[in-house]
């Protein structure tokens, strides 16, 4: 019952805030399709992706603090992005999206290794190993930037990550890896479930830890990929909203996936909502918003079960 009214809530507060971004704070009647339309589309898809790739990473891991941004898997996406600027490779073609997706998805793989490449990983081990992938990554972002300057504000607005008009071609191939990366994970749903009885557990009961890991990371990797390609790296839309839903679903994955996409949804399209009400007629990259309301809360959830870590 609490989940039906978790979605009812969360969908009233979607189509409020989608309501709100496309028609309010001025503009003529003719601009509404052609830019605000696809910008709401944006962080629709963009929320629920980034949303239902948390809800994996911290059921995958078991460690309440994993998120696509500070794992590094954002900013796989955004090296991708800037790979696909070096290679002369253009924006939103088929290596483009084969460059982020990739990126995303090795990221993803290479903090795995390093926290449980030594056997038994830990919440500690996860974190410190996505830290030290994510600095790593975004500094050879930094460094591609410095080298080549002409491409500085195109890369940078993926850094960022900023909501703005995408055509409605990209908007479409970007929903298609979003769909794809959710409904693998829909498929992962069940063993997903029993790997959080623990590796040992799973593997009586049948599962393929390995195996079923990369999938899920490839499934994280899709809906990640779908989200960059859109808006850049957003950050903490995937730790806040699976929390919020874990609250009010359980922790069952499949219902989590779906309520967490949905909140997701409704929390991004708000955002930029918000951003246009509080800042027009300018706009700031709609990432800074959400790293103002993502940082207390992971500071809250680190304090709140610090026992837990150290």
């Given at each position: ?39 709401v589309l944006c962080a629709l898809l963009c929320g629920g992706a980034l949303a239902a790739a948390g809800v994996l990473l911290q ?80 500094a050879l972002v930094m460094l591609f930037l410095f080298l080549n300057k002409q491409a500085y504000f195109s890369v940078l607005g ?153």
């Open positions: 019952m609490k989940s039906v009214k978790f979605c009812l809530a969360a969908a009233i507060l979607l189509i409020a805030a989608a309501l709100i971004s496309i028609y309010g704070f001025g503009g003529a009647q003719g601009i509404i399709f052609k830019l605000r339309l696809a910008r059921n995958l891991l078991k460690n309440p603090l994993a998120d696509p941004y500070i794992l590094g898997t954002s900013a796989g996406s955004t090296l991708g992005a800037a790979l696909a600027v070096l290679l002369g490779i253009g924006y939103y073609s088929f290596g483009f999206y084969v460059l982020i997706v990739g990126g995303a998805f090795l990221s993803a793989v290479l903090v795995c290794s390093l926290a449980y490449g030594g056997g038994q990983g830990s919440a500690v081990k996860v974190i410190l190993a996505g830290i030290a992938v994510n600095i790593f990554l975004s993926f850094m960022l990550g900023s909501i703005t008009d995408r055509p409605f071609f990209v908007i479409a191939v970007s929903a298609g890896l979003i769909a794809a990366g959710l409904i693998l994970a829909v498929l992962l749903a069940r063993q997903t479930d029993i790997l959080a009885l623990g590796e040992q557990s799973a593997q009586v009961l049948g599962a393929d830890v390995r195996k079923l890991r990369y999938a899920v990371l490839l499934a994280a990797a899709l809906l990640v990929g779908g989200a960059v390609g859109l808006a850049g790296a957003i950050g903490f839309v995937g730790f806040i909203i699976p929390h919020i839903a874990r609250l009010l679903t359980g922790p069952r994955v499949k219902p989590l996936l779906f309520s967490a996409a949905l909140a997701g949804a409704a929390f991004l399209t708000g955002m930029e909502a918000l951003n246009r009400f509080l800042f027009y007629p300018q706009q700031i990259p709609v990432g800074i918003l959400c790293a103002l309301a993502g940082a207390p809360f992971f500071i809250w959830i680190l304090l709140k079960n610090k026992g837990d870590y150290f």
